[in-house]
């Protein structure tokens, strides 16, 4: 019962058993209600083998665009076999908040943040999430969660003595976990829109499969309480696909309804990202960049704008080649 759980509960920890070649890592999103503050934090394991194992804590604040990687020993990593609980050092990390105590010469951050009134990707029987049944295939290159797509948070985080106050600012959580990263991707996130109750989620990644590969989608729009799916599983089909260091565009459909994404990238910090289990993939990401999504329904030969806005504080990577990308497609 416990791996059945585990299996339709994303955000628990998915790596009991793994030895070699495995990471696993959670990420949140917080940004203050002034927008003034931007700080992800990002704790995880990485096991290469018996002999390179050990437990992180990634802090990236957008406002000094600084990075930090905390390395925990193995030990350190600690998991509720019953929910989602993660305990790394000093430092507690739940789908209800996060409790930072880091002291290291290099970082004093201390602090703990509560969210509430949160929404994440349907699970249902058949499909876990935001993987849908490519959950079911063992030993994809990653999997992906998103625990929620928007929320609301209260507390503070305190860095080298700065306080961060964080209260009624707005939250997105995610997770990923596998071998490694994707050698193409994109990803994109916003939740701070002109409108309240809307948040976008984009991951365009070249997926290995049986020896070939395939260019993959998870996309989600959450709207006033409803998420709106378009994926590679669900038949929903790309167009105009196209990315460069600065800037990313596509169109995204299914029968029912479309989305337009258009995203401009702004500087950011270097992150340590997974191949093989191992943290040694460097990648650029921003929390201060920009995405403009118009979604809608089609009716007919018709189409009817139900949201269009832009989105600030947006989180947008880009990594590997468009080329891998839009061939997979």
């Known amino acids: 019962m416990g791996a059945l759980k585990r299996f339709y509960t994303p955000e628990m920890f998915q790596g009991i058993g793994r030895k070699k070649h495995y990471f ?26 018996k002999n390179d194992t ?9 406002r000094e665009k600084s990075a930090y990687y905390f390395r925990y020993g193995a030990d350190e990593f600690k998991y509720n076999k019953k929910e989602f609980k993660v305990n790394i050092g000093k430092s507690e990390f739940t789908k209800q908040g996060i409790k930072l105590n880091i002291e290291t010469p290099e970082a004093v951050i201390k602090g703990e943040l509560s969210y509430s009134k949160m929404t994440g990707w349907p699970v249902t029987l058949l499909s876990p999430g935001a993987m849908g049944w490519y959950a079911f295939v063992p030993r994809m290159e990653c999997y992906h969660g998103i625990m929620g797509f928007d929320h ?14 964080m209260d009624n600012g707005r939250g997105y959580m995610e997770k990923d976990w596998g071998t490694s ?31 070939k590969s395939f260019t993959g989608y998870l996309c989600g729009f959450y709207l006033d309480g409803t998420v709106y799916r378009f994926t590679t599983y669900l038949g929903a ?17 299914d029968k029912k309804y479309f989305m337009e ?30 995405l403009k999504v118009k979604f809608g329904r089609k009716t007919g030969k018709s189409r009817e704008v139900m949201f269009e806005g832009t989105g600030k504080n947006a989180g947008l990577e880009y990594v590997g080649h468009i080329g891998e990308l839009v061939s997979g497609l």
Do not use: C
């Not at 503050?37 to 990485?46: E, F, K, L, M």
């Not at 270097?270 to 943290?279: E, H, I, K, Q, R």
């Open 24 to 49: 696993e890592g959670w990420y949140y999103k917080n940004v203050s209600a002034d927008s003034a503050s931007a700080i992800a934090v990002i704790p995880g394991i990485s096991i290469v083998d």
């Open 152 to 165: 609301a948070i209260k507390g503070n985080i305190t860095v080298n003595g700065h306080e961060y106050d």
């Open 261 to 290: 994404v258009t995203g401009k990238r702004a500087d950011g910090a270097v992150l340590a990202a997974p191949s093989f289990g191992g943290m040694s993939t460097k990648i650029k990401e921003s929390l201060q960049s920009e």
């Open 54 to 62: 050990h437990s992180f804590i990634q802090f990236f604040n957008a």
């Open 181 to 211: 990263m994707p050698s193409s991707w994109i990803w994109a996130q916003s939740n701070h829109f002109e409108k309240p109750n809307a948040s976008v989620f984009v991951s365009i990644a070249k997926i290995p499969w049986f020896g």
């Open 237 to 253: 089909k790309i167009s105009g696909l196209k990315a460069d260091e600065h800037n990313i565009h596509f169109t995204i459909e």
